[in-house]
Structures are given as structure tokens and as C-alpha cells.
């Protein structure tokens, strides 16, 4: 009874590798020998306990069985693949390995598969026949080629067709026939020097192709979700625009790529290029200018607030940039993209490939949700800005206000003194401002107060700093400075205040400004005296007559 027991579980496992582990009918035959031989000896258990346990160790080593033919066993293990499976397999592999068993099996002399997009075939697979004259990476649906190969189903090619171009297959009078058929979005040349094409082939590769099509759309798929991840968790770390526009662009560099990419923003009713990122020289020299054709592709995107240009094609000489169109001539694909805040287009990103067909419509739907989440971050970005700058500045003259320009003070004075350096703080103040506010109102008030802060601003340089002190007062810190260097500096800006002209009522005036200032840290060695002493030399200014400069060093 114990041996019939065991003969059974043993059976059992047996049975499990032939069918589950697909253990070949060689293995299974001796896997039988052995039950046999258990049940002659009954009695020796322990020898096929065994066996049982020297087939389990052996099972990752010993031969399976075959399918019909290694296609659908390739078949199979595609289908099985997981995750691990699918990051392993490249795509250019895959093709080979069946383009390989398709031309073993069958003998077939050579193949050209074409991939089927918006109105055109992107080049796939090309075996064998690189220099054949219609052979081409791109091919129109309305291509004169395309349309004689897809009105026959099969051609006859002798090696003295001009098509052929004097390409010799296999021998000088052999006849080449091709065959011609579309799977899906598939367009196949199968060449053969044979009597007859067995359908058996067009099955095989119809069956490859919706394994690569399967396959190809769960790789993108895994990769665009993995992608869009990334994106979404670097704009949540990320707080100016200037990073969530890098962010975004480092993210199209890998979908769907690009050679060229303009950004664009929309400023007093004209796109102005913000930003270029391209190898190419001549397109970079445009930054910071605006487009002025209105039959622009980037305008029409724009107005429209519709992605352009719709289709794969992109032909320079008709597409309106911007600039020099020469410029464009090596880009075969072009993509403009409208950037939108809360459905209205505040800008674009245009995008220039040298690969021709790379931004179809499966491409553009992909990209809608990465813009919309661009959109989102970069409108937030754009907020935090502003919500800064109101704590940061003044709202009148857009200065930096009281509050900001203490704390930049601290950071100036710091690093002048990490590097042994001299600072300079000019106080100003416009002279009877309080008369013009009389005199003239307050409105009027406020423009004085603005079109001096634009002197100031357009005056000093980007290291520097200028500041609303209060009411009429500014101040100033001028880095890395002498006394002689701010005499020269505050007298060009009074100068330039002094010639200002405005207009009340038909009534013109002009306004004067008065300064002073102090250097550390030779004339004050702390943040506070560096201020009192501007603030002193500035009071002797307008103790002086007014419209005037002094420092505290020349005041005795």
C-alpha cells in the first residue's frame, strides 16, 4: 500500500513537469524508467525518493520541448514576459530575432516593414537591401511609390530593373518577386526568389507585428508614466519658473526629443523668445527679440490656442519662425505648442527635430498631459513670484521695499567684509516733494516717484541694489566702489532726474533730487553708521542748497 502511494505522488510530480515545465518526451520516458523501477524493487523507496529529488535539481538544466516552430515558442515567451521581461528586451533585438527565424524558416531573401503614422510610414525593419532606391525612412501615403507597390499584391523584380539600380541578389539571372500587403498599420515587402509565398509567412508576421505593437505600447506606456512621475515630482520641489521651465525642458529632451526648442511669452500684444535652447548658433543670436510676422507658425499657435502644425510634414520655406528662415533648413519636423493659464495662451513652446515624422498626432496626445502639468506648475511658480515680490518690494515703484533692503544690506556688508571689499550707501531724496503732491496732486506724486525709480534702476549695475527707503527717500548699495567712482555715479542720476519733464494740467515742471553717502569700511565700520552717516551727508545735501551730492567724508 505505501509503495502504490508513492508511486502515485511520484506520477503526480512527473506528470507536473511534462506538461507544467514542458519537460521533453526523452526526459518523460526516463522519468517512467524510474517509476518502474520503484515498483520492481517495491520495497527501495529511499532509491526513488532519489530520483524524485535529482529531477527537481535538474529540472533549470535539461532539455523542453519544442512548439511547432521557434516563432511561436518566441510567441510564448513574449507573451509571458513581465516587468523584468519588458525592461530587458530592446526593440531592436526583438526585430532581429524574428526577421532572423522568419528568413531561416522560409528564405525569404530580404524585408522592409514599415510602421504606419498619422499620414505617412516610418522605416521599421530593413533587411538585406539597404540600396534600394525606394526604400526611403519616410514614405507618404500619397507617395507615387507607395501607390504602384500597393496596387499589386505581388511584383516581379529581374536584377536589370532600374528599381533594382544594380543591386544583385543572389545571382546575375535570377528573378526577385515581392510581395506586398498591409497588416494593420503595417506596410511589408516580403522579397522571395521562389515559385510561391506561403501564407504560413504573412501569419508569422502578422503575429510578430501585434507582438511588437503590444509590447512597443507597454514599454511607452511604462516609460511616459515613469517619465511623467518624475516630471510631476520635480515641479513639487521646484518653486521659480525659470526651474520648472528647465525641468520641463529636460524632461521633452527625452520625449519625444528635440534638436531645437523656442519658448516664447506674450508681452504688450507681441511674442517675445524668452529662451533658446539649440545647437545651432545662428537661432540662438534671436533671444530676447519678439516676432513680428503675424503669419508666423508660433503666432497662428498662439491665437488659435491649438498645437501646429498638425501634421509630420515641416517645410521651412513655408513656415514662418521668426528671423532668418535659412536658419531652418536641416529641421524635417516642427511642433509649436501653446502654453495656457486658466485656458488662455500666455506663450509657446516650439519644438524642431532633424528626424522627420517624430511629433505625429500619438505623440501630440501624449504631450498633453505633460503641458497641462507644466501649465499648472509654471502658472503656480508664477504666483509664488508674485506673492514674493509683494513681500520683497514696493508696489508703486517696484523697488525693493524698507524691510528687504535691511536683510540685503546684512548680506552685502558680509560679503564685503569675507573678501575685503568696499561698500557704498547712497540716501537720496527728491527735493519739495511735498509741494508737487500739493501743487499737483497725488496722482501726479506717483509718477515722479516712478519715473525716478526708473533712473535709478537703469542707472546702477545688475550687482547692485536700489530701494524705496520711504515716502520720497531711495537708497542705494553700489558694490566694489570708490568715492570717486559714486561722486561720478550719484551726479549722472541727478543729472538725468534733473532732466525729467512732466506735464499737470498743461502746466510743465521738473523735479531735483538730493544725496549723500558713506563707504565701509573706511567712513563707517557697521550696517548702522554706514546708514546714519548717508543719512547725515544727505541732510548737509539739502541743509546746502539742495540738488546736489556730498559724502560724509568731505563734511567736516
Known sequence: MEVVIFGLIFLSVVSYLVIMEKISAFYGIIFFIAILSINLYQLNIYLGMGVMASLFLLVPFIGKSKNNNDIQEKSSNV???????????????????????????????SLVIYEGYDDFFKLLKLDSIENFSYVRNIVDRNDSIFTALSQFETINLSTNDKLLKNNIIHRLDSEIKVFVYQYKRYLIYIFYDFETLDREIQNNINSFLYMFNDLKKQIILKDYKRDLLSLSEKFNQLITPKDILNAFI?????????DTLIFTEYKDNAQFIKLVNSDNKNISMSENSFIDSKNSIINLAFESNYPLPGSYKFDYQKNILFGDQDNFSEYQSLLVYPIQEQNKAIGT?????RTMGIYNKETVNDLKLMFNMFDIAFLNAKIFKQMEEMATTDGLTG??????????????LARAKRYNKKIAVILSDIDHFKLVNDTYG???????????????????????????????EFILIIEETTKEEVYVLANRIREEIKSLEFTSNQTEFNVTISMGFAIFPDFAENKQKIIDFSDKALYYSKENGRDQVNCICDIS
Open 79 to 109: 507573451h509571458k514576459s513581465g516587468d523584468e521581461e519588458l525592461n530587458y528586451i530592446k526593440f531592436k533585438n526583438f526585430v532581429n530575432d524574428y526577421i532572423y527565424l522568419i528568413k531561416k524558416d522560409y528564405k525569404i531573401s
Open 399 to 412: 523697488l525693493v521695499n524698507h524691510r528687504t533692503f535691511q536683510e540685503k544690506l546684512t548680506e552685502y
Open 442 to 472: 497725488h496722482p501726479m506724486g506717483d509718477e515722479v516717484l516712478r519715473q525716478v525709480s526708473k533712473v535709478l534702476k537703469k542707472d546702477i549695475r545688475d550687482v547692485d541694489l536700489v530701494a524705496r527707503y520711504g515716502g520720497e
Open 349 to 353: 513652446i516650439t519644438l524642431l527635430s
Open 250 to 258: 529636460e524632461s521633452l529632451r527625452k520625449y519625444p526629443s528635440f
